[in-house]
């Protein structure tokens, strides 16, 4: 083959790179924005290490257990966010030579919201509550990672938000049943980026490597949490909730950048994609008992069934690759296997009123299992098995609540030998070319914490408000 041909090529070779990497990046992002999350928001539930499924008491309820707001009389309204700071870390043993990466991201911000109006006893019911709240993602939303790091094949940066708007209704029904529904409206907008390696002999020199971006969102997707909570008796709650697997997709475009011995004689046409995967149904299993009434300890059990993510689709849509030849192909739907688990996290908390009526504290610790086998371990996903410490503590001021919570995630140090993570890598797309044999990319250490401060509002309204803290 002429040195003409060879160069053209690998320039059309690059270009079609260019467009499969799509793929990639939406495969680092989506994990995270799957809800493979750390757990919840709410300053009131961090500060219980997340125990907060049997009986919550606070606006956030609708996400927990809706039956809970049940208990609310009157209008209460709740403020909530919380800014968490991913701690990333990645050492490589499988690029000789490259230096450790890190995350340079700021603290991402998450806020959560609800109204609702608790007018006590109608009808047959003993309590009704409507609710309207907004909650954003319990994740990272963010990530800066070198973008010639060693791990730029599995993501560089990532920038996303996806928002949860909810209406809930919680019946009563005497003194020893409540029950609830929460409707959701799942909207989210998501930017990745991502190396592709693009060279035509076997490597990982940046100066071969394309950078591609996808930027898009999914439309609103609707989505509900049932839950139940029974109370045997005046000390004890027992709660159970509900929510079901979710089918996602989100529209976006694909913007690439080639190396720069690629930026001639090829070129992409058309880029819209959709990003394809499901969310793991979640059951929330709590029990609450007020030994005294200034003491109260939970212990709960939630279980994600993330075994359902087989597969990350990227559907392409008129995706195409022209050459100075005259010649195109187009880009097939990109399939991504995946293996992830099904997870539970078991958690205790728990809070005492050391003030009656001004002051409450709060203490919680929490254990979760990984979703992600160690061989698929990725800059992408560092969620893996953590536990988790936490404090909080209530303020009453002004006929109004203050909420404060710190939690640290201790999360497991990974240290992988054996990964099956390999960079995307040009095809073969002209006879007699073959395709480089792809680089493993993923062994090395894997260190990651996390951070978490929140802080909410929860201000009762009118004389009927619930004098519960």
């Known amino acids: 083959m002429s040195a003409h041909h060879d160069k053209a090529a690998r320039n059309w070779a690059a270009v079609l790179s260019q467009s499969l990497v799509l793929a990639g990046c939406l495969c680092a992002g989506s994990a995270w924005a799957a809800g493979v999350e750390y757990p919840d928001n709410g300053t009131v539930a961090i500060g219980r290490g997340g125990a907060w499924a049997a009986n919550p008491s606070d606006g956030l309820a609708f996400q927990y257990n809706p039956a809970g707001l049940a208990q609310q009389h009157g209008l209460n309204l709740t403020l909530d966010g919380r800014a968490a700071q991913q701690h990333l870390a990645f050492t490589s043993t499988s690029i000789p030579g490259s ?258 009526g001004r002051l409450r504290l709060r203490a919680g610790y929490m254990y979760e299992t990984s979703a992600v086998p160690t061989k698929y371990v990725s800059v992408d996903f560092p969620n893996w098995a953590r536990h988790v410490a936490s404090v909080g503590a209530s303020l009453h001021v002004y006929d109004a609540w203050i909420d404060l919570a710190y939690a640290h995630h201790f999360v497991a140090t990974q240290t992988v030998t054996d990964s099956v993570i390999e960079q995307k890598e040009t095809p073969a797309v002209l006879p007699g070319m073959d395709a480089p044999k792809a680089a493993v990319v993923g062994n090395g250490t894997y260190e990651a914490g996390m951070d978490i401060v929140s802080l909410a509002l929860r201000v009762p309204f009118g004389a009927k408000a619930s004098a519960k803290p």
């Open 99 to 356: 230096a450790k990466v890190e995350n340079s991201a700021p603290p991402f911000f998450g806020p959560s919201a609800c109204l609702s109006y608790g007018f006590g006893a109608v009808g047959p019911l003993s309590e009704l509550t409507l609710a309207l709240g907004a909650t954003g993602p319990s994740s990272i939303g963010k990530l800066e990672l070198p973008a010639q790091g060693a791990q730029r094949y599995a993501i560089q940066s990532t920038d996303y938000f996806i928002a949860y708007y909810s209406a809930a209704v919680a019946v009563g029904w005497s003194d020893w049943l409540r029950l609830g529904l929460t409707f959701q409206l799942a909207h989210g907008n998501a930017t990745f980026t991502q190396a592709v390696y693009s060279g035509t002999a076997p490597g990982t020199d940046p100066k071969n490597d394309t950078t591609a971006t996808f930027a898009g969102s999914n439309g609103i997707k609707p989505a509900f949490v049932l839950g139940a909570t029974v109370l045997p008796t005046k000390t004890l709650a027992i709660g159970l909730s509900w929510r079901p697997r979710l089918d996602f997709a989100a529209d976006g475009t694909l913007k690439t950048v080639g190396p720069d011995w690629a930026k001639t004689s090829s070129w992409q046409v058309g880029d819209t994609a959709q990003l394809q995967l499901k969310f793991a149904d979640m059951v929330r299993l709590g029990a609450q008992w007020r030994p005294r009434p200034d003491w109260e300890v939970e212990v709960d059990a939630v279980y994600e069934a993330w075994s359902a993510l087989k597969e990350v689709r990227i559907k392409t849509s008129n995706i195409n690759v022209k050459t100075s030849f005259d010649t195109s192909k187009p880009v097939p739907d990109i399939v991504f296997p995946h293996v992830f688990q099904d997870t539970i996290s078991l958690r205790l908390g728990g809070e005492h009123e050391l003030l009656a």
